[in-house]
C-alpha cells in the first residue's frame, strides 16, 4: 500500500510504496535534501523531523532512539528520520535545513557559560590576492567567487571532524578536537583538512572557474595547543569563542605562506603530534612571528609520505560526485552487464535508487574519520540488503562494477594511489557489510 509523506514547509507530497525505505530513505529517493552527518545510521540527531500528523503510522523508537530522545528530553512528536519507517500517511517538518545548523549543532557540543581549556588545532586559510580579485571584478562576481570558495573548501574541515568556526573576509577558521580526541588523531584531521582545501580549490579551478580565466590561490596555516573554547559574550548574546595563544600563532603562521611561497605550513608542536615519517615535508623555515619574542620553526607541508586512505576517497569524491546521475547510471549498467539476474533485487525505481546509492557513497566518505559511526551503519546495512535478498555471492559484482564506474568518471583525474584507496575501502566496507570485519 502506498504512504503518503508531507514534507511541512515546502508543501511538497511524495509517495512511498516500500515498507523497507526510512523517511531518510523517502528524503532522498525524491531528492528533498535532508541533512544526516553519520550517513543515516542513528549516530547523530541532524536528521530529525517533527511529525504533524500520523504519528502512529510510525514504528515504535528503537532503543538507541529512545535513548537519544531521553538524552535530549525531546517530546514524543520528535523522531530520527533515519529510524522511522512509515506504515501510513505522514506528515513531517524538517528540523535541522543546511550544513551552517550542523555546524552550529557541532559548536553547542562545547558548555554555555564558562570557558574550558581544551587541546585542539586550528586552521587558517587565506586567500590569496584578494584586495586585487575584488578591485578587478563586480560585487556580485565576488560573492559569487567566496561562496564557491567557501563551499568547496569548508567540506574538507567537515568531512575532517573539525568545524568552521569563523568566515573573516577572505579567510577561512577550521578548529579540530573540540569534542576531544587524541593528539595524533587531532592533528592528522586538521592536516587532512588542509591537504583537501588544496586539492579542492585545485578542482575548482579547473572546472567552474576555468570559464571565467580566474584562477585562485590559497595559504593555510595549522597549528596545536590548548585554547580557550566556550560560549562567551553578553548574557543574552554568547556566541561560540575560541581565544588563546595557539589561535593567534595560527594566523601567523598563515601570514609567513605568503612570505616563503608556501602552500601549507605548520607549526612544529603539529610537527611533533604525528608519528615521524608520516608526512613528506619540503623546507623547514625558521621565521620570527609578530607578537613572539622567540622565533618559530615552521615546516612546509607537501602531504603524507604513504598513500592516505581517507584523504584519496575525500579527494575524490567531488569528481566522481559531478554527475551522481550519470554514476549512478554507469554503476548499475555494469551490474547488469555483469549479473543480469540482479534485476530482480531492486524494487525501487532506478532513478530513486541510483539516488539511494550516491547518497549512501558519500556518507560512507563522511563517517571516515567517524570509525565508530561508519561501522555500526555498515553493518545495519548488511543486514537490510541481506532482507532484499543480497548474498556474498553479489558482493564481488558490485565491486567489480563500483571500481569500473570510479575509474570512468574520474577520468583524467584517478591515480593509481586513487585506485587502491578505493579498492581498500570497498574490500573494508564488504566485509563489514557481510559481518565479517569488526572496529580496530
Same mark, same amino acid.
Given at each position: 500500500?502506498?504512504?503518503?509523506?508531507?514534507?511541512?514547509?515546502?508543501?511538497?507530497?511524495?509517495?512511498?510504496?516500500?515498507?523497507?525505505?526510512?523517511?531518510?530513505?523517502?528524503?532522498?529517493?525524491?531528492?528533498?535534501?535532508?541533512?544526516?552527518?553519520?550517513?543515516?545510521?542513528?549516530?547523530?540527531?541532524?536528521?530529525?523531523?517533527?511529525?504533524?500528523?500520523?504519528?502512529?503510522?510510525?514504528?515504535?523508537?528503537?532503543?538507541?532512539?529512545? $535513548?537519544?530522545?531521553?538524552?535530549?528530553?525531546?517530546?514524543?512528536?520528535?523522531?530520527?528520520?533515519?529510524?522511522?519507517?512509515?506504515?501510513?500517511?505522514?506528515?513531517?517538518?524538517?528540523?535541522?535545513?543546511?550544513?551552517?545548523?550542523?555546524?552550529?549543532?557541532?559548536?553547542?557540543?562545547?558548555?554555555?557559560?564558562?570557558?574550558?581549556?581544551?587541546?585542539?588545532?586550528?586552521?587558517?586559510?587565506?586567500?590569496?590576492?584578494?584586495?586585487?580579485?575584488?578591485?578587478?571584478?563586480?560585487?556580485?562576481?565576488?560573492?559569487?567567487?567566496?561562496?564557491?570558495?567557501?563551499?568547496?573548501?569548508?567540506?574538507?574541515?567537515?568531512?575532517?571532524?573539525?568545524?568552521?568556526?569563523?568566515?573573516?573576509?577572505?579567510?577561512?577558521?577550521?578548529?579540530?578536537?573540540?569534542?576531544?580526541?587524541?593528539?595524533?588523531?587531532?592533528?592528522?584531521?586538521?592536516?587532512?583538512?588542509?591537504?583537501?582545501?588544496?586539492?579542492?580549490?585545485?578542482?575548482?579551478?579547473?572546472?567552474?572557474?576555468?570559464?571565467?580565466?580566474?584562477?585562485?590561490?590559497?595559504?593555510?596555516?595549522?597549528?596545536?595547543?590548548?585554547?580557550?573554547?566556550?560560549?562567551?559574550?553578553?548574557?543574552?548574546?554568547?556566541?561560540?569563542?575560541?581565544?588563546?595563544?595557539?589561535?593567534?600563532?595560527?594566523?601567523?603562521?598563515?601570514?609567513?605562506?605568503?612570505?616563503?611561497?608556501?602552500?601549507?605550513?605548520?607549526?612544529?608542536?603539529?610537527?611533533?603530534?604525528?608519528?615521524?615519517?608520516?608526512? $613528506?615535508?619540503?623546507?623547514?623555515?625558521?621565521?620570527?612571528?609578530?607578537?613572539?619574542?622567540?622565533?618559530?620553526?615552521?615546516?612546509?607541508?607537501?602531504?603524507?609520505?604513504?598513500?592516505?586512505?581517507?584523504?584519496?576517497?575525500?579527494?575524490?569524491?567531488?569528481?566522481?560526485?559531478?554527475?551522481?546521475?550519470?554514476?549512478?547510471?554507469?554503476?548499475?549498467?555494469?551490474?547488469?552487464?555483469?549479473?543480469?539476474?540482479?534485476?530482480?533485487?531492486?524494487?525501487?525505481?532506478?532513478?530513486?535508487?541510483?539516488?539511494?546509492?550516491?547518497?549512501?557513497?558519500?556518507?560512507?566518505?563522511?563517517?571516515?574519520?567517524?570509525?565508530?559511526?561508519?561501522?555500526?551503519?555498515?553493518?545495519?546495512?548488511?543486514?537490510?540488503?541481506?532482507?532484499?535478498?543480497?548474498?556474498?555471492?553479489?558482493?564481488?559484482?558490485?565491486?567489480?562494477?563500483?571500481?569500473?564506474?570510479?575509474?570512468?568518471?574520474?577520468?583524467?583525474?584517478?591515480?593509481?594511489?586513487?585506485?587502491?584507496?578505493?579498492?581498500?575501502?570497498?574490500?573494508?566496507?564488504?566485509?563489514?557489510?557481510?559481518?565479517?570485519?569488526?572496529?580496530?
Amino acid at each position: 500500500m502506498k504512504q503518503k509523506i508531507t514534507y511541512a514547509g515546502i508543501n511538497r507530497v511524495v509517495e512511498n510504496d516500500d515498507d523497507m525505505n526510512s523517511l531518510l530513505d523517502i528524503s532522498i529517493a525524491n531528492q528533498i535534501t535532508h541533512l544526516h552527518e553519520c550517513g543515516g545510521h542513528g549516530r547523530c540527531t541532524t536528521c530529525r523531523v517533527r511529525i504533524l500528523e500520523g504519528i502512529n503510522n510510525l514504528n515504535p523508537k528503537n532503543q538507541l532512539e529512545q $535513548e537519544t530522545s531521553y538524552a535530549r528530553k525531546w517530546d514524543p512528536s520528535i523522531r530520527l528520520a533515519c529510524q522511522s519507517y512509515p506504515k501510513g500517511d505522514v506528515t513531517l517538518q524538517r528540523l535541522i535545513w543546511s550544513m551552517g545548523e550542523v555546524n552550529q549543532l557541532q559548536k553547542e557540543l562545547s558548555p554555555i557559560g564558562k570557558a574550558e581549556e581544551r587541546p585542539i588545532a586550528i586552521l587558517f586559510c587565506d586567500l590569496r590576492n584578494y584586495t586585487n580579485l575584488s578591485s578587478n571584478n563586480l560585487n556580485y562576481d565576488i560573492a559569487f567567487l567566496l561562496n564557491k570558495f567557501y563551499t568547496a573548501l569548508g567540506d574538507p574541515i567537515l568531512m575532517n571532524n573539525g568545524i568552521i568556526y569563523q568566515y573573516v573576509g577572505d579567510e577561512i577558521i577550521g578548529v579540530f578536537g573540540t569534542t576531544g580526541g587524541t593528539r595524533d588523531k587531532i592533528c592528522k584531521d586538521a592536516i587532512r583538512a588542509g591537504l583537501g582545501m588544496h586539492y579542492a580549490l585545485t578542482h575548482l579551478n579547473n572546472t567552474e572557474l576555468k570559464d571565467l580565466d580566474i584562477k585562485l590561490d590559497s595559504g593555510i596555516g595549522i597549528n596545536f595547543g590548548k585554547a580557550y573554547i566556550g560560549h562567551l559574550g553578553h548574557p543574552t548574546h554568547k556566541q561560540f569563542s575560541v581565544i588563546g595563544d595557539p589561535v593567534n600563532v595560527a594566523s601567523r603562521i598563515q601570514e609567513q605562506t605568503k612570505v616563503t611561497q608556501s602552500k601549507i605550513l605548520i607549526s612544529k608542536t603539529v610537527y611533533n603530534s604525528i608519528p615521524k615519517d608520516t608526512l $613528506e615535508i619540503g623546507e623547514t623555515y625558521v621565521k620570527e612571528l609578530k607578537g613572539k619574542e622567540e622565533p618559530a620553526e615552521l615546516f612546509e607541508l607537501l602531504g603524507f609520505k604513504e598513500m592516505d586512505m581517507q584523504l584519496e576517497l575525500q579527494a575524490s569524491l567531488p569528481i566522481m560526485m559531478e554527475n551522481p546521475e550519470e554514476f549512478a547510471s554507469i554503476f548499475y549498467e555494469k551490474v547488469f552487464e555483469i549479473d543480469p539476474e540482479a534485476k530482480s533485487l531492486f524494487r525501487n525505481n532506478m532513478t530513486d535508487q541510483g539516488r539511494l546509492l550516491t547518497h549512501m557513497l558519500g556518507g560512507i566518505i563522511y563517517s571516515l574519520s567517524r570509525p565508530e559511526h561508519l561501522v555500526t551503519g555498515l553493518q545495519r546495512l548488511g543486514e537490510n540488503h541481506v532482507k532484499y535478498g543480497v548474498q556474498a555471492t553479489h558482493y564481488p559484482v558490485v565491486k567489480e562494477a563500483m571500481l569500473y564506474t570510479i575509474n570512468k568518471t574520474l577520468g583524467e583525474s584517478n591515480t593509481e594511489k586513487c585506485m587502491t584507496a578505493w579498492n581498500s575501502a570497498l574490500d573494508f566496507v564488504m566485509e563489514v557489510m557481510k559481518g565479517k570485519e569488526t572496529p580496530s
